[in-house]
């Protein structure tokens, strides 16, 4: 029973420190994302000294993607979309 307890902490804590490397895994692949494809055609400090809502970045990189061809596919354009509103969001 004792040894049932400790085994199940033991996963539990696995399972959480897992969570949070990949979730820092993450954050640093969307910082790298959206510093290699949004400073193909102007600085990257253009979004960087900008604030705004979730729904005005997701319509500034669709713009970007649709309009101006930024090329980056949906998925690229979701994680740029999430780092954005996560880092510079009002
Ligand atoms: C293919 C070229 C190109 C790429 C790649 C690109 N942009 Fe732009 N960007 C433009 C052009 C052209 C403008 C000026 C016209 C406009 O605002 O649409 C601009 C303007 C901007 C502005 C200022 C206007 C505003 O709405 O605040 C921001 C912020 C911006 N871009 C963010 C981004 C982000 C974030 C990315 C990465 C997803 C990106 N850009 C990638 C071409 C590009």
């Known amino acids: 029973m004792e040894k049932l307890a400790v085994y199940l902490v033991a996963v539990i804590f696995l399972s959480i420190s897992a969570t949070t490397v990949s979730g820092e895994e993450e954050a640093v692949k ?25 729904d005005a970045w997701k319509s500034t990189v669709m713009r970007m993607k649709n309009t101006n061809g930024a090329p980056v596919s949906d998925d690229e354009a979701k994680t740029i979309i999430e780092y954005l509103t996560e880092n510079y969001g009002l």
């Not at 969307?30 to 102007?42: G, N, V, Y």
């Open 30 to 54: 969307a910082k790298s994302l959206f510093e290699q494809k949004c400073s193909l055609c102007h600085s990257i400090d253009r979004p960087k000294s900008k604030q705004k809502t979730a």
